[in-house]
Nanobody
Framework: QLQLVESGGGSVQAGGSLRLSCAAPEYSYTINCMGWFRQAPGKEREGVAAINIGTSTTFYDDSVKGRFTISQGNAKNTVYLQMNSLKPEDTAIYYC???????????????????WGQGTQVTVSS
């Protein structure tokens, strides 16, 4: 059973930083692709970043390039999203997603997956 557990998030002022974590501690196999989506009130869910676990190839939405970094953790099936220079428009619920079998080809590769975290709120005030 693949269950994703998220942590991190919270409230920060513009220009600040936060780090999100996502793990699948009970999944025995190595997941191929993991990433993050976000959904702001009244907007569609959008891909933010994704990483191929085997190759560490990363993908980013243009809106976060240069500010966010997705990386693998030392523990199996763990990824982090380091968010720097946060802006009020980054305010959203952030969801971790995973595809155990397919590699990522872009930030939206994970959109069809059935494996999602519970979501964590990120609020950036001006």
């Amino acid at each position: 059973q693949l269950q994703l557990v998220e942590s991190g998030g919270g409230s920060v002022q513009a220009g600040g930083s936060l780090r999100l974590s996502c793990a699948a501690p009970e999944y025995s196999y190595t997941i191929n692709c993991m990433g993050w989506f976000r959904q702001a009130p009244g907007k569609e869910r959008e891909g933010v970043a994704a990483i191929n676990i085997g190759t560490s190839t990363t993908f980013y939405d243009d809106s976060v390039k240069g500010r966010f970094t997705i990386s693998q953790g030392n523990a199996k099936n763990t990824v982090y999203l380091q968010m720097n220079s946060l802006k009020p428009e980054d305010t959203a619920i952030y969801y971790c997603a995973a595809d155990p079998w397919s590699r990522c080809g872009g930030v939206r590769s994970l959109a069809p997956t059935n494996y999602w975290g519970q979501g964590t709120q990120v609020t950036v005030s001006s």
